[in-house]
T-cell receptor
Framework: GQNIDQPTEMTATEGAIVQINCTYQ??????LFWYQQHAGEAPTFLSY??LDGLEEKGRFSSFLSRSKGYSYLLLKELQMKDSASYLC??????????WGAGTKLIIKP | GAVVSQHPSRVICKSGTSVKIECRSL??????MFWYRQFPKQSLMLMAT?????????EQGVEKDKFLINHASLTLSTLTVTSAHPEDSSFYIC????????????FGPGTRLTVT
């Protein structure tokens, strides 16, 4: 079956760094997406990885290892506004997104 | 670019009535649109996938006669919740994809439906 696993909740301190892990099992693979979702709002796109390695975009970076079925989202210089849920989604061979349950990130001052 | 609008943002309706939610891609043509439902503190649940000009593909457990989806143009899809009941109260989110790699989905702002 198809499955995405990510931690339910994480807590970090303002100004620090946090890494949110995601493991996936899909029928075929066409890339790994990370989305940010604030409470009561729709998800917004953060990153896309289809090749192994690290993609850096400002304070956010995303890593992919296809052989391990593993990705992580790295957030640096955490700000209070980064408090949100972070959704990992893998795209299968039918180009359908398989969604994780999301990781709620709590930032403390 | 890649803006998706959704209307209404909030709706309250009485049990037994029908509600229509519109999803529009404002600055691109969306060959595929997706409808999701999200209950509090839960992840997105895909309800159906619709391609312009063809019938929607519903996920297992989603009643196609209750959740009517129309994707009449490359910029508009509608979801009609028929004979709504309180258990249909949820956050409904649409997304749109261009049909070209990487097939990223652009999300609308969502519609909060409350059925009384």
């Amino acid at each position: 079956g198809q499955n995405i696993d990510q931690p339910t909740e994480m807590t970090a301190t303002e100004g620090a760094i946090v890494q949110i892990n995601c493991t996936y099992q899909t029928s075929g693979f066409n890339g790994l997406f990370w989305y940010q979702q604030h409470a009561g709002e729709a998800p917004t796109f953060l990153s896309y990885n289809v090749l192994d390695g690290l993609e850096e975009k400002g304070r956010f970076s995303s890593f992919l290892s296809r052989s391990k079925g593993y990705s992580y989202l790295l957030l640096k210089e955490l700000q209070m506004k980064d408090s949100a849920s972070y959704l990992c989604a893998a795209m299968d061979s039918n180009y359908q997104l398989i969604w994780g349950a999301g990781t709620k990130l709590i930032i403390k001052p | 670019g890649a803006v998706v609008s959704q209307h209404p943002s909030r709706v309250i309706c009485k049990s037994g009535t029908s509600v229509k939610i519109e999803c529009r891609s404002l600055d691109f043509q969306a060959t595929t649109m997706f409808w999701y439902r999200q209950f509090p503190k839960q992840s997105l649940m895909l309800m159906a996938t619709s391609n312009e000009g063809s019938k929607a593909t519903y996920e297992q457990g989603v009643e196609k006669d209750k959740f009517l989806i129309n994707h009449a143009s490359l910029t508009l899809s509608t979801l009609t919740v028929t004979s709504a009941h309180p258990e249909d109260s949820s956050f409904y989110i649409c997304s749109a994809a261009t049909g070209t790699a990487p097939y990223e989905q652009y999300f609308g702002p969502g519609t909060r439906l409350t059925v009384t």
